[in-house]
């Protein structure tokens, strides 16, 4: 099975900075990453598709990269809205289980 | 715009066999993956498996063995049976539309599942 290990697992930051969440996948899994955005008491959202490609209705300051085992999530301008919970998810439909990372909770500094 | 829903039992006994139904409106079910995801309180997102609308399956081998999957195209809905439960499966429990190319795309809101006698 694909283990996927997200770095940090808390970060601390303010409005305004840029922040980056690391994903590694224990094996090669293509481009086929996605991040959610997750908020207390509501479901994930999709954020990013095929590691970089942003889902319709996400703002620009939000941006993937990555392929193979290693992914970033980047925020370029941290906005009040986004303090949440961050997961990355392997998707690829050759391997599964559809394993997540473990999460990054994005708090205020 | 799809939207799903989960729908089940709020309370089940330990050892008894938790059952949750997913049902999609605002689009069809058919030539997509259905995921079923959970969280404990405070904890990460679990994959628990996936259904293809015609029927073919794919578990989380962590739970392979007290996870049955089905889907009822007829209904637009698919269903999770999870036996033998624990405390342990006390969870959240989300229901997801999978997307081949963009992943999981639409989610259900979530329903809190907990094992207790």
């Known amino acids: 099975d694909i283990q996927m290990t997200q770095s940090p697992s808390t970060l601390s930051a303010s409005v305004g900075d840029r922040v980056t969440i690391t994903c590694r996948a224990s094996q090669s899994i293509s481009s086929w990453l996605a991040w959610y955005q997750q908020k207390p008491g509501k479901a994930p959202k999709l954020l990013i598709y095929k590691a970089s490609s942003l889902e319709s209705g996400v703002p620009s300051r939000f941006s993937g990269s990555g392929s193979g085992t290693e992914f970033t999530l980047t925020i370029s301008s941290l906005q009040p809205d986004d303090f949440a919970t961050y997961y990355c998810?392997?998707?690829?439909?050759?391997?599964?289980?559809?394993?997540f990372g473990g999460g990054t909770k994005v708090e205020i500094k | 715009q799809v939207q799903l829903q989960e729908s089940g039992p709020g309370l089940v006994k330990p050892s008894e066999t938790l059952s949750l139904t997913c049902t999609v409106s605002?689009?069809?079910?058919?030539?997509?993956?259905w995921s079923w995801i959970r969280q404990p309180a405070g904890k990460g997102l679990e994959w628990i498996g996936r259904i293809y609308t015609s029927g073919s399956t794919n578990y989380n081998p962590s739970l392979k063995s007290r996870v049955t999957m089905s889907v009822d195209t007829s209904k637009n809905q698919f269903s999770l049976k999870l036996s033998s439960v624990t405390a342990a499966d006390t969870a959240v429990y989300y229901c997801?539309?999978?997307?081949?190319?963009?992943?999981?795309?639409?989610w259900g809101q979530g329903t809190l599942v907990t094992v207790s006698s």
């Open positions: 605002g689009g069809s079910i058919s030539s997509y993956y």
């Open positions: 998810q392997q998707y690829n439909s050759y391997s599964p289980p559809l394993t």
């Open positions: 997801a539309r999978v997307d081949s190319s963009r992943g999981s795309d639409y």
